[in-house]
Each structure stands twice: as C-alpha cells, then as structure tokens.
C-alpha cells in the first residue's frame, strides 16, 4: 500500500482469495497500535457482559431469523417534529420554515410559467433503461464477478460453507491480528460464530446491547467490526449494509478492519436489485442509514494517488457463505 | 459567489499567473489525464454509454421540468422522516439559519464533508467569525482549508498541489516534518480527524441526490468522511441545492452509473449512503436531529429560461474540467468562482446573474465541445457559453472595439462584391509586412497571435478568382458519372424532400 | 443535379489550393462543382462572439447562395456545423427558417460527401509518407465526422498513419479565442505541436484550415518542418503522381 495505483499489485499484498488466509500489511498493524479515541480503554470494563445476548428489539430477532434480513417496521421513521419536545427556537424556525414553503415552491411554479403541480407526473423514463433490467448473471458469475470486482479495488473476499465456517475464518484472522477489541451487531446470525467462547482473550462488544456505553467510541476503539449485509450487487462489487437498533452504523465503519457476512442467496446482480426494493418498502419501512459499500475507505486527493484506509475501515472482508 | 478579490481582476491575469506556474499546470494536466483515461475505461466497459447519458438526462429534464412537484414532495416527506427543513433564497437566508443552529446548539466544532453548496455560500467563514471551528474532513478539502483556498476542481479539490506542497501544509500542521509520502500523510490527517469527528458538536454535509417520493438523501464518496460526520456527531446539517432531486431510489442506479464512472472512473464510489431522517429513537448512532437546508442562490432562475434550464441538470461530476483543453492549461483557480472548468464559466455568471462578470469567463473557452461529449447528461456548455457573449452583446455591454468590428465583418461578409473587393484591398495592404509568405508583425490583435505563431499571408489569386479558369480547363475533360453513384445522389435527396414532406405535414 | 461548393471564406483568402484540390479530385470522379460567387462566409466568427444580429445579415448571403443547390460540399467541418445554426437564428421568421432547414440537410462536409453522399472511400491515392491527423473539434465531436476521414486514410497506399497522442484535445483556434485570450490558445497550440513532434510525422493532415492554420503557424514559429495538409490536398496530391 505504498504509492502504487496499480489494483493487481495492491491485490499481491493483500492476496487471499483461498479460504482462510490473511495477511496485514505492515502500515495497517502500525495503525492499530496508535490509539484511535481518547476513549480507547474505557471498553475493556464492560468485558462481564459480552456472553449476555440482550436484544433490545424483539421484532429484529423475528426478523433475523431470516437470512434477509432488512429492517423490519420497528425502523420506521420517527414521526418527527413531535412538538412536544422541541425547544422554542426549533419550532420558531419550523413555523418560519412551514411559511416559506408556500412561497419557495410557488416560485418554482411561477418560473416554470405554470400553476403549480400538485398531482404526480407522468415519468416515462423511471431507472434503468428496458434493456438493464432484464439481464442477470447466473449464481456462479455473479459469485466470480463480486469476488473479482471487490478484489480489483482492495477488498477482500472469503468463501465459506456455513455460518460455523465463518465463525473459525475470523477467529483464525482475530488471533493472527492480535486482536484486542472486536464489535459486532447485535444479530443472531452472529451469536451463532461463538466468537466469545472461541475469543476468550478479546473483547466482543456487542452493539447497544447497554444503553449506558458510548458506543461510537467503542467501536472506534475496536480492530474489527462484523456486521450482516442485507445484499449484495455483482456488477458493481457492493455489499448493503442497514442501520437500526441492533445494526449500528459505527461497526461497518469506525473500526480499522470490516468484516462482512454475505449469504450467497442475498448476492445479486445488479445495483437496482437493492435499489428498487427501497421504493417497494416506502418510506415508513426505510431505516434510517443504508450504506453501499465497495471496498476499503480510500482517497485519491493527493495527486491522484490511491491510499487506502482515509476514515474509513482500510481493510475489508467480505465472507461469502453458503 | 466568488470572492471579491477575485472578482477585481480578469480571467486573463489569473490565468497568466496559472500559465506560469509549471508546477500547478504540471500537477492539473497530470490529474485530468487520469481521470479522463479512467472515465473512458469505465464507460467503455459499462457499454451503451450513450443511452445511459440519454437515460441520465432524460431524467433530469423530467424532474427540474417538474421540479416544485417533486421538491414538495420531498420536503413533505423528509418532514415527516424526522428531518427539520429549511428554505434559503440566497446566502445571507442560508447562513443565518446554520448560525442559528450552531448558536442554539452551542457548537464549538463543526466537522464537515465535502460540499460545493458550502463553498458557493462560504460557510466556513461565517463559522470562524463566530468562533466555532469549521473542519473539513475531505482529504483535499482539509488540505485546501490549511492552504486558505478555495477548491480548484469539483471533485479533486487540491488538484493543483502536488505531494511535495502537501507536504509541506500538512507538516506546518502537525508541528513536525512529514515526509512527501502520500500513505503517510494520509494517515495523519486520519488520525488527527478522528479526534475532530469525535469532538463535533455538529456535522455538516453536501448531497449529491435527495429522493423526492421518501425524502431520502443520498451521499457519493470514498474515504468515509461523510458517513463519519453523518454518523458521529449529534447534529447533522445537510446543504442541499434545490435542483439536487430525483423522483425515486429506482431512479438513483441511473444516476450512481453516470455520477463515479464520469468522475473517476469508478464502478461505484466505496460509500454510497442513503439517509433517511434522524437515528430512529432507539439506533446506537446518527445524528438526533436532522437539518436540510435546501438553497435557492440563483438556481431558480434558470427555471424557464429555454437556453440555461438544462444547467440544472448538471451532477457536479466534474467529467467536463478533466477533458477541457483551457482547463488544463489554467486550472480551476482562474476562473474566479466556487466552480471551475466549463461548468464554472456558465454557472458562475448564471448563478450570480451579474452581467459584468459574463465578460471574460464566457470568452475563456474555445469552444470545442469536449465538456459537452464528457457530459454524463449531455448538458451542451459549449452553447450556453455562446449564449452568455449573446445576452452580453443584446444589453450593450459589448467590448466596443468589438462591436465595430463585428458591424464591419457583417458589411463585407454580406455581399460578396464587398467580399472580393476586401479581398484585393487586404492583398494591397499587407505587401509591406509580408516576409516569406508570412506576416510575423507583432502589433493590435495580431500581437497575441504571433507571440505564438507566424501569420500566413493572403494567396495572391484568392479562389474566387481562379474559378473561371478552373471551370473552363475541367469542362474540356469532363468524366461521366458512375450510375451507383447517380443513383445514390438521386436517392438521398428523394429521402431528404419526402422528410421535408413529412415535416411540413405535421406542422 | 447541381452540387456546389462551399468555399469557405478561409479556404478563399489565404488557401485556394483546398478548394482547387477538392473541385480537381471530385471531377475526377464525375461530379462536377458548380462555385456561386455571392458566397461569403458562414458567419461563426460573429456568431460565437454573441453578435447574432450581424450573422443574419451573413447567414442569408449562404442561404441565397445555395438556394438552387442539390448538394452543398464544404472543405470545413466547422463552417459545415455553424450551417446547424442557422435554424436557431431565424427560429422567428418561418420563411429563413425554412431556407435555413433545407440548406442543412443538404450540406456536406468534404469527407462526409466522398463517403456517405458518393461512396467512395478508395480514390485511388499513393502518399508514401509518415503522417498523423489531428480531428478537428467541430467537424469531429459536432458534426460527427469521425469515421470518414480514417476510411480514406486507410485507402492511401505507402501512407503510414501514426496516432496523433491527446489527437481530440482543442488546438487552440477558437476563432477570436485566439485573440483575445492570447495566452491560453498559445499554450494549447503549443501543445498540440509538442504531440505532433512526438509522433516524427512528415506531414500533418486535417479536415480545417482554420486549426491546421494555427499550427501550422506554430510549427512555423518554431521551425518546425512538418508539413500541413488538408485531406482533400493530400488525396489530390496522391492521385495526382499516379
């Protein structure tokens, strides 16, 4: 990961695409030593609680049990502006904004020199063109094109068997690591890899398990994060992630390494599989963060040149199961 | 929308101090050129590029053309997501609604991801006044802020500094020498954000799209800062341009195919984030509350105006600055405003409606269309940028000098007596100044082209002079025709009368 | 049927060997040119200033030219292209207008002619030279001339065609671009020249006099001993010593 823009070089350094092998690059490890909070040791103290399953919600544990899992109706909006809450000054600019609203909009009318519109046009180029929509990759190509599309721009991709499978590849990582902190969603798929009683030596934080803890910093405290994806797109080598009570944004993204669990089934072709199923589901049903992720945090600033690991996790694995 | 010390001085003096600086025009030629390279890759990999762009562009002629329905829509329902909504008509209305957010919230930090909205309305300075720091957590945005400028692309906002400049900031930054390493610089900007986002008192964003039918708003980027400032701090506030809309997330794959492959070159950027109101009650992380400004500042009124609507359009890619010949040779910097490159020259004075300002930006472009091949929804520049010297020249504000030439060029160019008899006067008159077959004289308009190149002279027997005896030599040995040939001519003009047919029918 | 030419006022002035080039390999090839002299010129110079008031007093000397024509040929994409304009011009007066429609659907670029109004993409060449071509931005990108120059070329025998490196990159011309922003346009034409350095070519060969005058006057300025062609003086030139 030095100045080297070349994707198949990157891809030597980070060469794992054989079940169970890892490797950290040198500079990843350097980062991991240096404090990332100023909270970093307040996690170690909440080490009693991490084989106590405590969902907060149990709609997502119904939920969950499937393999898609996407946030179900406990996620719905809040219905917000609840008055009653707001301090004075946030109402004053809701009213003051409630009036302009009129004005603002009946401008954009007037400038388009028509009454204004109030019923839903007619849009006859919605999405995709015809001919998008009606192609698909079979099962295998899409597995080989995710795996290749991730991989060409720094990500990572293990096939497993099973949930169990999974469960052993990232205790086998955490130990090469020498992983001192992992977060993980508080999903029941990821119960199931046991990575407390496998990991005695590391602390599993299990996201909002405790209302109590700052979990923002915990997760930026930690060296890996495990999350679910609730699909996948081949063409572009994305995986989606969701955001809710038990499924913090923070996991996928504070810690300096991301470990993703795809199951096959959930691995489709095209970004419109997961993008048009937002529509069908409707705004009440949409959780409140839904991240696409194609790889490693990365950044081009510096003369065009690839680093990676800006921000965001510098490593990235998604283990594909089934 | 610029600043008012780039507005005292013309696009050519700043470009004069670009041209001269081999070093920023190194590091922009050797950007662009990848960047281009990347886009032609990935376009061509995708395939059917054109329709895509059609598709892209059919769909935002569709919502700007129904744009209070869809805007309504959207405030509607990102109201009823949780989300605060604000309108703002100019600058002054947008900052006063931040600052009266940062005032309540007592901020003292505000940690930002990259937003061109926030450049054009100068947000930060407006922070800094009143004491809150304002931090950008862009790479090239951070890297710009230390420097004190202002972004010089769209997309690659320190595009013209190179690693050794970088450096240097980033060094003066630290208290310690870094080296010109950009694994290491980008490490320290990592590690010095990361206390910054967790400090935040708010976090403060752009929007690359907002989903009319479920008031989402979507983010586009690679290093995770925006999802850090939409995720750590407390507050969020969101800038928004009120063309940003789009009717649906289907809608989106078509916007998320055109946006990271015209920009970079990418399949798709390495976040792409869909927001839909604050952290629900019982979510880990979010923000608590949720701010949209959505900012008028001059776009309104390119509404209904049939020769500058389609400038809505744009998805601010950036594909235009890094195929631009004159771009490339001046950088972002010279065009005097928040948006550089083709794009800048037109929306620039567009925005501000500020007809002096039309003058030197719309000449500084040579028209070649490279910004409208490159545009991801065809957006035709090339002929705004005409438009503007157009609307210049209707209100009289022409260069004078100009104007008079322009009345002659039209006095000969309209007979062609008048043509031919300049014709004969031109060859009279430039017998003293022409050495070798050119005209090296460096005087009146004739100076700039000859810094750089001789001047051929006029031919001795301009053609409209050789016809006559052309035609008579050719007509001694005349060839017949080919029939294919006859056949073919005959064909292709009975098509073009029976579409004129067909035309005049429909009207 | 009546196939006139479309001189240009550039070609007129200071390059009537194009135009002589054009009329000599087309009557080769049957098609006779008839030249209607009160042409003048298309009006882009006035046009891409903003002065549209002074083009339509320029435009309607083109369509009054032409008016009788089956088919108009021109040696420049981009006086070719600024024809498109003309609707726009006269978009308020039905009778120009009408004129302006019918005059661009019937003129031709040089090369648009030979390949898509004649068929012929052989005329029998031979230019044993090392060359390259430089696409010119409106005859290329606008009027979509791409394909017909290269057929041509590939049919020259001996000629060797190098890739001109950054070839659809602006040459700088832009009219009274030139002018008035000096500066820049004389770095672009610097750098087009510095490509075509590059590639060791003998000759540069292009589809408008207008940008092969800049750099050509570049070349010049420096010394440089490329030669600069039009296509059509090429292809005459080739027939020519057969």
């Given amino acids: 990961m030095s100045r080297n823009t070349n994707p198949s070089m990157n891809e030597a350094k980070f060469s794992d695409t054989e079940k169970g092998a890892s490797s950290v690059p040198a500079h990843v490890e350097h980062t991991m030593n240096t404090p990332l909070t100023r909270n970093n040791g307040n996690s170690a103290t909440h080490k009693n609680t991490i084989t106590n399953e405590n969902f907060i919600n149990p709609a997502n544990i119904e939920n969950a049990e499937h393999t898609n899992n996407i946030a179900s109706a406990t996620n719905t909006a809040n219905n917000a502006n609840d008055e009653q809450a707001q301090p004075s000054w946030l109402a004053e600019l809701e009213q003051q904004s409630r009036r302009q609203q009129q004005t603002f909009i009946d401008h954009i009318s007037s400038r388009l020199g028509r009454p204004r519109a109030t019923e839903p046009p007619q849009h006859p180029f919605r999405g995709a063109p015809t001919f998008w929509n009606e192609w698909s990759w079979n099962e295998q190509e899409r597995i080989e094109r995710f795996t290749a599309h991730f991989q060409e721009v720094g990500g990572h991709v293990v096939s497993v068997d099973s949930l169990e499978a999974a469960g052993e590849w990232i205790v086998q990582y955490a130990q090469e690591l020498k992983a001192r902190e992992i977060v993980r969603q508080q999903l029941p798929e990821l119960q199931q890899l046991r990575l407390e009683q496998r990991l005695p030596d590391v602390h599993i934080a299990v996201w909002n398990e405790n209302v109590q803890i700052d979990w923002r910093a915990t997760a930026a405290g930690a060296d890996i994060g495990i999350v679910m994806a609730d699909g996948a797109a081949a063409y572009t080598g994305t995986v989606m992630v969701t955001s809710s009570a038990v499924q913090g944004r923070s996991v996928s993204l504070l810690p300096t390494v991301c470990i993703v669990l795809l199951y096959k089934e959930n691995l489709h072709t095209r970004l419109g599989e997961l993008l048009i199923p937002m529509d069908q589901r409707g705004r009440e049903q949409l959780p409140a963060g839904v991240h696409f992720i194609s790889g490693p945090s990365r950044s081009s600033d510096i003369e065009n040149d690839l680093t990676i690991g800006v921000h965001g996790p510098g490593i990235i694995y998604t283990l594909l199961i089934g | 929308m610029s600043t008012s010390e780039q507005r005292s001085t013309t696009v050519k003096e700043r470009a004069d101090i670009a041209l001269n600086n081999d070093f920023l025009r190194k590091a922009v030629r050797f950007t662009t050129e990848r960047l281009r390279n990347g886009k032609q890759i990935a376009s061509t990999e995708h ?75 100068h947000i930060n300075h407006a922070l800094e006044e009143a ?58 900007v990592r590690r010095k954000l ?166 030197d930006i719309a000449n500084a472009s040579s028209l070649c269309g490279a910004c409208y091949e490159a545009c991801p929804v065809k957006i035709p520049l090339h002929d705004m940028l005409v438009y503007l010297r157009r609307r210049k020249v209707e209100r009289g504000l ?50 700039g082209w000859n810094t750089y190149r001789d ?53 | 049927m009546k196939v006139s030419l479309f001189i240009t006022c550039l070609s007129d002035a200071i390059y009537p ?91 031709y670029e040089f090369t648009q002619f030979l390949v898509q109004v004649l068929g012929i993409t052989d005329v029998g060449a031979h230019f044993p030279h090392r060359v390259t071509y430089h696409p010119s931005c409106h005859g290329s ?38 002018v008035k922003m000096a500066d820049i346009s004389g770095a672009m034409v610097s750098e087009k020249v510095d490509h075509i350095k590059e590639t060791e070519a003998e000759v540069l060969v292009g589809l408008d006099m207008a940008c092969l005058m800049n750099i050509a006057g570049n070349l010049r300025h420096r010394g440089e001993q490329v030669r600069v062609m039009h296509l059509a003086e090429l292809l005459y030139e080739g027939v020519a010593v057969r």
């Avoid at chain 3, 009557?27 to 882009?44: E, I, N, R, W």
């Fill in chain 2, 194 to 359: 990361r206390e910054k986002f967790l400090d935040a008192d708010i976090g403060m964003t752009g929007c690359n799209f907002a989903i009319a039918e479920t008031g989402s708003m979507v983010l586009f980027e690679n290093e995770g800062n925006a999802r850090m400032v939409t995720t750590v701090p407390k507050t969020q506030i969101t800038l928004m341009g009120m063309e940003r809309i789009i009717p649906s997330w289907e809608d989106l794959e078509v916007m998320a195919t055109l946006l990271p492959r015209s920009a970079t070159g990418q399949r798709l950027t390495m976040y792409m984030s869909g927001i839909t109101g604050p952290k629900r009650q019982q979510d880990g992380d979010g923000p608590e509350e949720m701010h949209i400004v959505i900012v008028d500042n001059g776009r309104s009124s390119q509404l209904g105006d049939p020769e500058f609507q389609e400038l809505l359009n744009c998805i601010r890619c950036g594909a235009c600055l890094n195929v631009c010949p004159v771009y490339r040779q001046i950088g972002g910097h010279s065009y005097g405003g928040t948006y550089s490159g083709p794009i800048g020259a037109v929306l620039t004075p567009a925005l501000n409606r500020n007809v002096a300002e039309w003058d």
């Fill in chain 2, 455 to 507: 001047m051929p002279s006029m031919a001795d027997d301009p053609f409209r002079e050789r016809w006559t005896k052309l035609e008579q030599e050719l007509d001694q040995q005349s060839v017949t025709m080919d029939q294919t040939m006859q056949d073919r001519m005959e064909q292709l003009i009975q098509a073009r009368q029976r579409r004129q047919r067909g035309d005049r029918n429909e009207s």
């Fill in chain 2, 131 to 188: 004491g809150i720091e304002a931090v950008e957590s862009d790479l090239g945005e951070y890297i710009i802020q230390l420097a004190g400028e202002g972004p010089s692309h769209i997309v690659i906002p320190a595009i013209h500094k190179n690693r050794y400049q970088i450096a240097e900031l980033l060094s003066e930054d630290a208290g310690e020498q870094l080296p010109p390493d950009t694994t290491i610089l980008a490490g320290y």
């Fill in chain 3, 17 to 107: 060997q194009v135009g002589e080039a054009m009329v000599r390999l087309l009557a080769a090839h049957g098609v006779k040119l008839d030249f209607p002299s009160v042409q003048t010129c298309c009006g882009q110079p006035s046009y891409n200033s903003g002065y549209w008031e002074e083009t339509r007093t320029t435009a309607k000397t083109i369509l009054k030219a032409f008016q009788d024509s089956d088919f108009v040929v021109s040696p420049s994409g981009s006086c070719t292209y600024m024809i498109h304009h003309y609707a726009e011009l006269f978009k308020d007066d039905p009778i120009w207008l009408e004129q302006a429609h019918a005059l661009e659907a019937k003129t």
């Fill in chain 2, 398 to 447: 022409g260069n004078r000098w100009e104007s008079l030439g322009m009345k002659g060029f039209a006095v000969v160019m309209g007979n062609s007596k008048r043509l031919g008899a300049a014709l004969k006067m031109g060859r009279l008159f430039q017998k003293p100044i022409v050495h070798n077959g050119t005209i090296s004289l460096k005087v009146g308009p004739l100076k």
């Fill in chain 3, 141 to 178: 990108r606008l009027l979509g001339v791409k394909e017909e120059p290269m057929a041509l070329l590939a049919h020259v025998s001996g000629l060797e065609l190098v890739p001109l490196p950054f070839a659809d990159d602006c040459c700088g011309f832009g009219g009274t671009f030139a």
């Fill in chain 2, 47 to 121: 395939g059917n590029w054109d329709e895509w762009r059609e598709r892209g562009r059919q769909i935002r002629l569709h919502t700007i053309a129904h744009l209070d329905y869809y805007l309504n829509l959207f405030v509607d329902n990102a109201r009823a997501n949780g989300v605060h909504v604000h309108f703002a008509e100019d600058t002054a209305a947008a900052t006063e609604i931040v600052m009266t957010i940062a005032r309540h919230k007592q901020a003292q930090s505000v940690v930002k991801s990259k937003s061109m909205v926030s450049e054009e309305l």
